[in-house]
């Protein structure tokens, strides 16, 4: 059975920090793409960041260029979002997401293996 399974999430300050990791738990995704879609309260799930596993490669949305982070942890089949200079607006459900392959071009409905989401939240 496959699964990931997402943890990090919590309550945090504008301006502050917090990771999400993100473990699968079936060899069968060791070679896929990992990464975050996120939805916010009323608005559709969107891609965040991916890390490519064949390559190397991490892409980012624009709008978290320069603040997130994706790393992988191959060993562990894990990967972390490193979230710096949150914003009020960061705000949402992140999900973690598998696929054969994850970039900036891909929308939810591409995606093959989704966690169950964590929560985060940004006061202001």
């Known amino acids: 059975q496959v699964q990931l399974v997402e943890s990090g999430g919590g309550l945090v300050q504008a301006g502050g920090s917090l990771t999400l990791s993100c473990a699968a738990s079936h060899r069968t995704l060791s070679t896929n793409a990992m990464g975050w879609f996120r939805q916010a309260p009323g608005k559709e799930r969107e891609f965040v960041a991916a890390?490519?596993?064949?390559?190397?490669?991490?892409y980012y949305a624009d709008s978290v260029k320069g603040r997130f982070t994706i790393t992988s942890a191959s060993a562990k089949n894990t990967v972390y979002l490193q979230m710096n200079s949150l914003k009020p607006e960061d705000t949402a459900v992140y999900y973690c997401?598998?696929?054969?392959?994850?970039?900036?071009?891909?929308?939810?409905?591409?995606?093959?293996?989704w966690g169950k989401g964590t929560q985060v939240t940004v006061s202001s």
């Open positions: 997401a598998s696929n054969a392959v994850l970039n900036t071009y891909k929308t939810p409905k591409d995606v093959d293996y």
């Open positions: 890390f490519s596993r064949g390559s190397g490669s991490t």
